[in-house]
């Protein structure tokens, strides 16, 4: 009779059992791997953080430009915000400013790219913030529609390709683990600051900002027999995310073909305040 049972159900209230014993024990072994970050959630409350919009900046402000047009303004965020939640390896207050290549025609992966992107910090001060105006030459479908947001820290689980060996061991795993990825985000856009990046590519992204931003080009198997691959390689791991920003339907947003938007940032600048060197990478499906 066990065969009858196996085929019509008898035993699924055991295998049911089983599976759930399994993703617990799998949560349990994924406790310790996970590391802080920043969700930015959307809020009604009057708050300075946006994505989308107009750049609320002092007045005077040179608004950044990629190949003679103005690049497209993604956020605003008030570092002193940012630290009431998490103690971060950037400026304690002031504020961050991200734009962007209106075109979406450099993607990170060659030096060439650098300038397609930038990241303006205003040190904290008494200097009055206004809103400003879209230049001439922005594409209107490029002044995204705003929206408020505040920083929420939370726990974030690192892509399977961080993982140590035979963490995910089976395809219910890989399923299970990519559920627990995913209650981070309370269902909400990822859209955060540091902690692990959530890929479309796979990893490796903190590699990709070292050569690129090191003048070796990414784009062919080839470029990686370039001489200067290994005397660069170490210093990858100085690289962190900064800034991660989904495609979002709310705010007109679409990278690439449903891509995501990934600022990093080395370390060692970041808690220099120095934003020049920021390297930005476009990963889509």
Not at 38 to 46: F, S
Request: hydrophobic content about 40%; some cysteine; charged content about 30%.
């Amino acid at each position: 009779m066990n065969w009858f049972k196996r085929w019509f159900g008898g035993d699924r209230g055991a295998s049911g059992s089983a599976r759930a014993a399994s993703k617990e024990r799998l949560r349990e072994r994924c406790r310790t791997l996970a590391g802080a970050a920043m969700q930015l959630r959307p809020t009604d409350g009057n708050v300075f953080s946006r994505l989308g919009g107009l750049p609320e900046m002092p007045a005077g402000f040179e608004w950044p430009k990629w190949n003679g047009r103005p690049q497209a303004f993604l956020a605003q965020l008030d570092l002193e915000e940012l630290h009431r939640e998490l103690h971060t390896c950037l400026p304690r207050a002031g504020k961050l400013y991200f734009f962007y290549d209106q075109e979406q025609a450099e993607w990170g992966f060659d030096p060439d790219h650098a300038g397609a992107w930038c990241v303006l910090h205003q040190p904290a001060g008494e200097v009055a913030l206004v809103e400003h105006r879209a230049p001439a030459g922005l594409a209107p479908e490029c002044i995204f529609k705003p929206k408020r947001v505040k920083p929420q820290r939370i726990e974030v689980l690192p892509d399977q390709d961080r993982l140590p060996p035979r963490t995910v061991a089976s395809d219910d795993d890989i399923d299970d683990y990519e559920d627990f990825r995913a209650e981070a985000f309370a269902g909400l856009r990822r859209h955060q600051l540091l902690g692990f990046p959530s890929p479309i590519q796979g990893g490796g992204m903190e590699e990709d900002c070292q050569f690129a931003s090191n003048g070796v080009r990414l784009s062919s198997p080839e470029d990686r027999e370039d001489p200067r691959w290994q005397a660069l390689k170490a210093g990858a791991a100085e690289w962190k995310l900064l800034l991660q920003l989904e495609s979002d339907d709310d705010l007109g947003w679409m990278w690439g073909d449903a891509g995501t938007l990934y600022f990093w940032i080395r370390e060692s600048d970041a808690s220099r305040g120095d934003f020049s060197r920021v390297w930005m990478i476009l990963q889509c499906g």
